[in-house]
C-alpha cells in the first residue's frame, strides 16, 4: 500500500509533473482542470482503487477487522500514507464515495488518532502561516 503511494501516485501529481503535461498540452480543449491536474487526478484514482482493493482483501481474511488499514490496533505506515493522499485527492476533485468508501471510513477513524490530528496539513497551516 506504502509503494502505490510511495511510487504509483504521489510522483504523477508534483507540480513540476502536472507544469510539463500543460505545457504539453497547450492548444488542446481546457476543462475545469487542466491537463497536469487530469492526469495527477487519474493516478490518485488509480492509485487509491488499488489501495482500496488490498483493504477489502485483508479484511475478507480478518475475523473482526479493525479501523485502520491493516488491521492493526493502532495506525501503520500504511495509514500514514494513505491519509495525506485523501486529503490530496479532494484538491482534485476525486469522488472519494466512489473510488474508495472503505478508505474515507479507515481516514475518518485515523483522523481522530492524536498522530493524524497534530499532523494534518490544515493545523501546521495554521501554526505557521
Given at each position: 500500500m506504502v509503494e502505490i503511494v510511495n511510487s504509483g501516485i504521489?510522483?504523477?501529481?508534483?507540480?513540476?509533473?502536472m507544469s510539463m503535461i500543460d505545457e504539453f498540452?497547450?492548444?488542446?480543449?481546457?476543462t475545469q482542470l487542466g491537463n497536469g491536474q487530469r492526469f495527477g487526478k487519474y493516478h490518485i484514482e488509480?492509485?487509491?482503487?488499488a489501495i482500496e482493493s488490498l483493504v477489502l482483501k485483508?479484511?475478507?481474511?480478518?475475523?473482526d477487522?479493525?479501523?485502520?488499514?491493516?488491521?492493526?490496533?493502532?495506525?501503520t505506515l500504511a495509514d500514514?500514507?494513505?491519509?495525506?493522499?485523501?486529503?490530496?485527492?479532494?484538491?482534485f476533485f476525486v469522488d472519494l464515495e466512489n473510488v474508495c468508501p472503505t478508505l474515507l471510513k479507515i481516514e475518518s477513524?485515523?483522523?481522530?488518532?492524536?498522530?493524524?490530528?497534530?499532523s494534518?496539513?490544515?493545523?501546521v497551516k495554521s501554526r505557521y502561516p
Open positions: 504521489q510522483p504523477l501529481q508534483n507540480l513540476s509533473v498540452g497547450k492548444g488542446l480543449v481546457e488509480n492509485g487509491l482503487r485483508i479484511r475478507e481474511e480478518q475475523i477487522p479493525d479501523r485502520f488499514a491493516i488491521g492493526s490496533s493502532s495506525p500514514a500514507f494513505i491519509v495525506p493522499q485523501m486529503y490530496n485527492a479532494r484538491r477513524h485515523c483522523l481522530q488518532h492524536i498522530w493524524f490530528m497534530s494534518h496539513p490544515d493545523v
